[in-house]
């Protein structure tokens, strides 16, 4: 069972997913249709940037997860060496 620390925990990844997804799809979807000396323009990036950074963030990952699966399958190597 989830203690008040990790619901509260919970409801803040939500609520931080959930504000990256409507900026994020406001930018790339609606923005393009609005007129481009409009004052909203200010509040975003420029559209370049809508593909590095989430390329960025997918290679980021990418590396992590390689990193991690290296690290636990070159423990899991020494425990076996040990072991014989």
Known sequence: MATGTDQVVGL???AVSLIIFIYYTAWVILLPFIDSQHVIHKYFLP?????AIP???GLLLLLFVGL???YVMLKNQKVTKKAQ
Do not use: K, N
Not at 47 to 51: F, L, M, P, Q
């Open 47 to 51: 559209r370049a940037y809508a593909v």
């Open 12 to 14: 803040g990844l939500v």
């Open 55 to 57: 390329l960025a963030a």
């Open 68 to 70: 991690f699966i290296t």
